[in-house]
């Protein structure tokens, strides 16, 4: 990671909706964002989706990398690109989870955290 780089400096939920908005643009489906500050060591925000299937998850990944480094938000990590069933994006505060949907219900990340105060997103 280049540490000369300069990042935008976006307070975590607006950098959740907009997430939300770029994969909503790639025809993501079932946008849950959760508020998990303070419960979660990780991250302050985590972020599920769902994908058709393997093509269209490594898509909308490729798609917030992509916008992510247009609006200089740092990018930290990725896994699962190659194989696209669950594909990990680490932006530092916002974690999003692609999943395809047979995989999204059995891993139930939203369970995982359902004490979590879920981020409305407007259409």
């Avoid at 939300?20 to 989706?49: C, F, H, P, R, Y």
């Avoid at 058709?52 to 990590?77: P, S, W, Y």
């Avoid at 696209?84 to 505060?93: K, M, P, T």
């Amino acid at each position: 990671m280049n540490k000369n780089k300069n990042y935008s400096e976006i307070p975590s939920q607006e950098k959740a909706l907009l997430v939300a908005q770029w994969l909503d643009e790639k025809q993501g489906e079932n946008v849950v964002i959760m508020n998990v500050a303070g419960i979660s060591s990780v991250t302050d925000i985590t972020l599920v989706v769902s994908a058709r299937g393997v093509k269209h998850a490594q898509a909308l990944c490729d798609h917030v990398l992509d916008m992510a480094a247009e609006n200089k938000i740092e990018f930290l990590t990725i896994e699962g690109q190659k194989t696209g069933e669950w594909i990990l994006v680490d932006l530092n505060d916002v974690l999003i989870h692609v999943f395809i949907s047979e995989l999204r219900d059995f891993y139930n990340i939203e369970g995982m955290w359902s004490e979590a105060p879920r981020i409305k997103i407007d259409s």
